[in-house]
């Protein structure tokens, strides 16, 4: 990994990333509908103290411990020390959203137009407009539909002919979008050509966004940012180049460099240890809130946490999250 020779050390924060519910590109029919990237900006010390801290009040005789040891609901109180203002992360961590649903409804919208603000106004009329317009079945099955089709070199006739089924009989903003795609098959077409093309680019894969957007939030004010990983099959040598051009060369925020990126085993970095306990936990809770099922105190703790660039669509839970109230219309982090 190349480095910058200058004296930066001023300037330089190091930053150990995880994530949960990474599914790849599958955001559609899989095992979760959020995926959370924490990243977590702390000594090592500091890091081992948590962990050691943290195994003293669950006991558990786990070798290695998960969020999920946080999230039984005999260790509530551990969960609440670690995420409160005085616990040991609070200001040090952070953890990037995605709503997995909208984030693929993005994609889609992206390709009717090319005005971004536009593009998110329509994916969030989907996201809220589709099941009602087309039945819960119809509107699994389309989503199902274009997940699949940018996933895998497939046919897009079948997609299409489930859209033609679908915009028929049916009225309502959602519908007005669904009858626009037809004439957006050519576009779509030459898109997929693209994607699939080898060296073949994840674009439906949150996790270069994630950590696009990590960079971003650690490296405000100029300053130089270098990540540590855990390992993660998607992270190949080339996606991580690709990673630092896009810090590399205009237009980027003011002064942020990428200039280190290495993975590690989790179990030899307590840092990214601290980093999985914080993901897994920012999805479970998030998650719950998407489900109706939101608990006050954990995401009243969990708020501070959440970066505000998240990728989110549920108008209704943006509040409950405490995210603003256009988020879900913002342009999304990272290519593609």
């Excluded at 002064?255 to 993975?263: H, S």
């Excluded at 993901?279 to 105190?297: C, M, P, Q, Y």
């Excluded at 660039?309 to 290519?335: D, M, Y």
Aim: proline share 7%; hydrophobic share 40%.
């Amino acid at each position: 990994m190349r480095h910058d020779h200058h004296d930066h050390t001023d300037r330089l924060v190091e930053i150990a990333c995880d994530e949960s519910g990474s599914e790849g590109e599958k955001l559609i029919g899989g095992n979760t509908d959020v995926f959370a990237h924490a990243s977590v900006c702390l000594p090592m010390e500091s890091a081992a103290a948590c962990i050691q801290e943290a195994r003293e009040r669950i006991r558990s005789p786990a070798e290695e411990y998960k969020a999920n040891h946080f999230l039984r609901g005999k260790h509530r109180a551990v969960l609440t020390w670690l995420l409160a203002p005085t616990g040991p992360i609070h200001g040090n961590a952070g953890v990037f959203l995605t709503d997995k649903t909208f984030f693929a409804l993005s994609k889609l919208t992206g390709l009717l137009t090319d005005d971004p603000e536009t593009a998110r106004d329509l994916a969030v009329t989907l996201y809220h407009e589709g099941e009602p317009a087309f039945g819960r079945a119809g509107w699994a099955g389309f989503l199902w539909s274009f997940n699949d089709l940018v996933r895998a070199k497939i046919p897009a006739g079948p997609f299409f002919d489930l859209v033609e089924t679908l915009r028929t009989g049916a009225d309502g903003p959602a519908a007005e979008i669904m009858k626009s795609l037809p004439a957006a098959r050519p576009r779509i077409t030459e898109y997929l050509d693209g994607v699939h093309e080898p060296p073949r680019t994840p674009v439906l894969d949150p996790l270069i966004p994630a950590i696009t957007q990590a960079v971003r939030h650690w490296g405000r004010g100029g300053r130089l940012v270098s990540i540590v990983h855990d390992e993660q099959t998607a992270l190949t040598e080339e996606r991580i180049a690709e990673l630092r051009t896009l810090f590399d060369h205009p237009p980027r925020p003011s002064g942020t460099r990428l200039i280190g990126f290495r993975l590690a085993d989790s179990r030899d970095d307590a840092r990214i240890q601290v980093a999985d306990f914080l993901a897994g936990i920012a999805r479970k809770i998030t998650s719950e809130v998407l489900a109706g099922r939101a608990d006050r105190e954990l995401t009243e703790l969990i708020q501070p946490y959440i970066d505000e660039s998240s990728i989110w669509g549920s108008t209704r839970t943006l509040p409950i999250l405490g995210l603003p109230a256009g988020v879900s219309r913002r342009p999304s982090a990272g290519p593609g």
